[in-house]
């Protein structure tokens, strides 16, 4: 076989796995880059859903506070 045609060749396998090497890579880092933000977006809904819980309790509080200080009035 001619030089020329084997060198091609080699660069060719050697352009497939870089070019398939560098897509997994890639692939792993989204994915990597989403679950990261799964998990802040599930932070920040658990926050969200214990937020009308506390302006709940400070209602009530505040309640509290007023009934108070008007027996001491």
């Not at 080699?10 to 890639?26: A, C, D, E, P």
């Not at 792993?28 to 969200?48: P, Y």
């Amino acid at each position: 076989m001619n030089t020329e045609i084997i060198i091609a060749l080699v660069s060719l396998v050697g352009t497939i796995i870089g070019s398939f090497g560098g897509i997994v890579t890639s692939s792993k880092l989204t994915s990597f880059r989403l679950e990261k933000l799964e998990q802040k977006v599930d932070r920040h809904n658990n926050f969200a859903q214990r937020m009308p819980v506390v302006e709940e309790k400070i209602k009530v509080l505040n309640h509290r506070v007023e009934d108070l200080e008007r027996e001491n009035e």
